[in-house]
């Protein structure tokens, strides 16, 4: 006997619970949450994901992949100083988007440590291109950089959950950037 089909948009149901694990994270949420934000019974939230960890894992995984779009774009700019200026205004930005919750869950879920390493890999990786192309020093730590980046996001997340404008989080890109090591053209 087959199954009664499932009587909800499954994309719908994600983008619901990436809301909302993002608005109250995964701890402060709830079953009951999910299933009265979502619009389905818990057996139908049970047969569509497994459960609240599953969901959680499925529609942080379509978040993270959201994300690494924006900063695809950012890090393909010409230069390294480029691609770090358009991921912090990207990041600014969105993190205080009136069509989305203040902040980012990436960069706030104490569950998420794997994504941020991947987007401390993904920007370190820019900045060695940058090594590799003489815009940056050889003798640059790529790595601190980038963890310093990644920290500086996340504050920019707190700042916005906090309350802060799209012009406060600009501020503090702006003065991460004044931390940017000088040009340096290194002889042949």
Do not use: N
Request: glycine content about 8%.
């Amino acid at each position: 006997m087959a199954g009664r089909p499932r009587s909800f948009d499954r994309d719908a149901a994600l983008a619901t619970a990436v809301e909302l694990f993002w608005r109250t994270g995964y701890e402060g949420t709830s079953v009951a949450m999910l299933t009265s934000a979502m619009g389905v019974s818990p057996p139908s939230l049970y047969a569509a994901f497994g459960d609240k960890h599953h969901l959680f894992e499925e529609a942080s995984a379509r978040y993270f992949a959201r994300t690494c779009e924006g900063l695809d774009r950012a890090v393909e700019l010409p230069t390294a100083r480029a691609a770090i200026e358009r991921m912090l205004e990207d990041t600014a930005r969105a993190h205080t988007g009136a069509a989305t919750p203040p902040g980012c869950l990436m960069l706030t879920e104490p569950r998420l440590d794997a994504q941020r390493e991947v987007l401390h890999q993904r920007i370190r990786d820019r900045l060695d291109r940058g090594v590799q192309d003489h815009e940056l020093p050889s003798a640059l730590d790529t790595d601190r950089l980038a963890a310093f980046l990644v920290a500086v996001m996340r504050g920019m997340s707190g700042c916005a959950r906090d309350g802060g404008t799209t012009e406060d989080l600009r501020g503090i890109a702006e003065t991460a950037m004044a931390a940017w090591p000088a040009a340096h053209r290194e002889r042949a």
